[in-house]
Every structure is written in C-alpha cells, then in structure tokens.
C-alpha cells in the first residue's frame, strides 16, 4: 500500500463510498467521444491510480460494470446512476473521476485525445491529439 494522503470519495448519492490514496499517476482532461457520452458532458476530468490505491469503503454491491471495449470497464452506482471510476486493465490503472473525489486537490496536466474535442480549453496545458506515446498514443500535439 502507498503511503500519503487519503481522500474520500463516493457516488451522487453517497450509498457507495470509497477512498484514494497517495499521488495518482496522472490528471488532465479526457475529450473523447466516448468519455463525451457516457458522461453526458463535454470533457471528462481524470485522476489515474494505481488499483491497490483505490478502495471501495462500502456499497460495492451496488456497482455496476458496463464496458464496450475492453480497454474500459466502466463504473456507476446503481441506486443514482452516478458515475464513479473506469478501470483500465491494460494500464493497470483506475480513472477516478475528479468530480468523484471533491476533497482530492486535482491539478490537471494534460488534455488527451483532443482532435475529438467539442469544448476547446485555452488552459495552457499541452493539448495531445489521442494519448501519451507510452500509453499507445502518437504522443503528437495540437494547438489550443
Ligand atoms: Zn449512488
Ligand atoms: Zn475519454
């Protein structure tokens, strides 16, 4: 287990509570079209773990799994519907949705498959076409 800081985090209800805890491999904002719509937003805000950082504290019978590829095994608490991580088993990673963890302080470093976007961002952050290299990406970057 990681050592650091733990924050809590949960569903829109609140029946399904969880922790994370220490420093997550990455943050940014995700544009892509199916983060678009599952989440029903313009850009998704994702916090990346390691699994053994992510706890479920309770209501885990409540979670539902629905992934159409296999490459996202996506999360939501079914008593609210609200959205709460996506795994990602070929990184060994868990997107923790930011919103999911308000007390997490989230600083965002990157914005990935941004060729997909509908809501262009002038942050300042570097904009990637679709992911990192080492994530299988073209590691190439596009102008805000
Ligand atoms: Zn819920
Ligand atoms: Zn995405």
């Given at each position: 287990m990681s050592s650091g800081e733990t924050y809590n985090g949960s569903c829109f209800c609140g029946a399904v509570q969880f922790t994370v805890t220490g420093e997550p491999a990455g943050m940014g904002y995700c544009h892509c079209d199916s983060c678009r719509h599952w989440s029903a937003g313009p850009v998704n805000a994702f916090t990346l773990w390691k699994p053994e950082a992510v706890k479920i504290?309770?209501?885990?019978?409540l979670i539902k799994t629905y992934n159409k590829s296999p490459r996202s095994i996506r999360k939501w608490c079914s008593a609210c519907g609200g959205h709460i991580f996506t795994e990602h088993p070929e990184w060994d990673l868990i997107d923790v949705y930011a919103a999911a963890i308000p007390d997490f302080p989230f600083k965002p470093g990157v914005h990935v498959h941004?060729?997909?976007?509908?809501l262009h961002i002038q942050d300042g952050l570097p904009k990637l076409r679709d992911l990192p290299k080492e994530m299988g990406g073209s590691g190439d970057s596009l102008s805000e």
């Open positions: 504290l309770q209501g885990g019978d941004y060729q997909e976007t509908v």
